[in-house]
């Protein structure tokens, strides 16, 4: 197992941010998770495990040893004429397996293309975009269990799934290590492109055959046209989960905001998108020094260069404020802060 001493994270993290790792290990297999969590040579450092970066915000260097995962492999298991039960290792890159499946014909995960980050931590909060979430395409996963380093199952209704949400990102947060997903997905797709602008996006590529290339592609150019590439600025994608109040509030809002945009969830509740909460109290394209919030969508927070964690955080904190004194609203941050 590669080990280095003293690393930079800032290509490790997708907002940028230089701070440093005390130890970085590259881990490609269960025998490298025992060596950092099981031997004795890590024994006294603090552990966390990375894979893409692309969901966590470093207010601080992190002291103790940072695990990246980088298990491989993509397997058939199982398939019959309407589907296919795929494993796949969880350091694989999670666009790359949707164009892998776009590729074989395998349906279910064309609307979540182009989400950055790896296959094993897209169970942690349950990855979603364009009206489909990662539960409905979910099999199981095997994790490694930190404390014993036994491989566990867990099955769906394990993982507890809600909106950006699974036992991972809550009650046994920590404890495991994710190493492999597995998937079962469709030889007979059925396309959902009823959510946001699909459709209108297809019909503007000339489209009059439904695959799941050309669902996919939409799906990718209506990302590239709306979210900042963490290539050019630095960035996490949504900073906060889309808040959900009751019906009650959600009438006494629109009363004083009839642009209000929302999403029912059931007879009592309502989601309503936090960019428009956010835009609506003024913090679209705010920018102090090399930090701010992105000019085309108010929910992705940026780090045009040189900015610091905890000066996003100090700002995510400010936003916050800002949204309970406006609109009487917490919003809850979708990024793991470090
Ligand atoms: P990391 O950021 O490396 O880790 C995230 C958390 O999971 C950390 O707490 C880490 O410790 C833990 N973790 C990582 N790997 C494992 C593992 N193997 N086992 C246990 N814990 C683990 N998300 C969406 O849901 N929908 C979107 O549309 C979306 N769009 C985005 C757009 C952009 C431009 C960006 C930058 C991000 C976007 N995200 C989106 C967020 C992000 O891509 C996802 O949360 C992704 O699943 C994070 O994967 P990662 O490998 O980068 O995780
Ligand atoms: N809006 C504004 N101002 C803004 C941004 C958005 O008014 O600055 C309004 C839009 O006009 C639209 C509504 O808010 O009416 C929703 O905006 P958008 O379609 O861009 O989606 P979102 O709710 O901001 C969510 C997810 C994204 C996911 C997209 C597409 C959350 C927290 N975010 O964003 O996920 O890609 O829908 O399905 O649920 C992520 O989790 O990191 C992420 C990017």
Redesign the pocket.
């Known amino acids: 197992m590669i080990v280095q001493q003293n690393v930079s994270l800032k290509p490790y ?2 907002f940028g941010l230089d701070e440093n790792a005390g130890f970085l290990a590259i881990v490609n297999s269960i025998e490298d998770l025992d060596e950092i969590y099981q031997t004795g040579r890590f024994r006294s450092q603090k552990k ?9 915000l470093f207010t601080r260097g992190f002291t103790g040893i940072v695990a990246k ?1 980088e ?1 491989h492999g993509i397997q058939i298991q199982n398939e019959t004429e309407e589907d296919v039960l795929v494993s796949v290792g ?2 694989e890159n ?1 666009h790359q397996f949707v164009l892998w499946c776009v590729e074989h014909g395998y349906g279910g995960v064309e609307n ?1 293309s ?5 296959v ?3 169970p ?7 009206g489909t979430e ?1 539960k409905e395409v979910f099999h199981s996963l095997e ?1 490694y269990e930190i404390k014993t380093g036994k491989t566990v199952s867990f099955f769906k209704e394990d993982c507890k799934f809600g909106y ?1 949400y699974s036992v ?2 809550g009650e046994i ?2 404890e ?4 492999k997903v597995f998937f079962k997905l469709s030889k007979k797709p059925v396309f959902n492109i009823s959510y946001g602008a699909i459709k209108d996006t297809l019909n503007k590529m000339g489209v009059d055959e439904l695959t799941l290339k050309n669902v996919s592609q939409a799906v990718i150019n209506i ?1 590239q046209s709306k ?4 290539m050019d600025i630095g ?4 900073f906060f989960k889309n808040p959900i109040v009751e019906r009650l509030h959600f009438e006494a809002l629109e009363a004083e905001f009839d642009d209000i945009k929302s999403y029912p969830i059931d007879q009592e509740k309502v989601k309503i998108p936090a960019g428009w909460l956010i835009e609506k109290a003024g913090w679209k394209g705010y920018r102090d020094g090399d930090i701010g919030v992105h000019e085309k969508q108010a929910l ?1 927070l940026v780090n045009h260069g040189m900015g610091r964690g905890k000066e996003i955080f100090k700002l995510a904190k400010e936003i916050q404020k800002s949204i309970q004194n406006k609109f009487g609203i917490d919003l809850e941050r ?3 802060v ?1």
Do not use: H
């Open positions: 993290n997708t966390m495990i990375l894979g893409g970066g692309s969901n966590v995962n298990i969880a350091g999670w979540l182009l989400i950055p980050g790896t094993g931590a897209a942690m909060q349950n990855i979603g975009a364009y990662l994790a950006r991972f990102k947060r920590d495991y290590v994710i190493t990302r979210l900042p590439d963490p960035n996490a994608g949504s992705v979708e990024v793991n470090i």
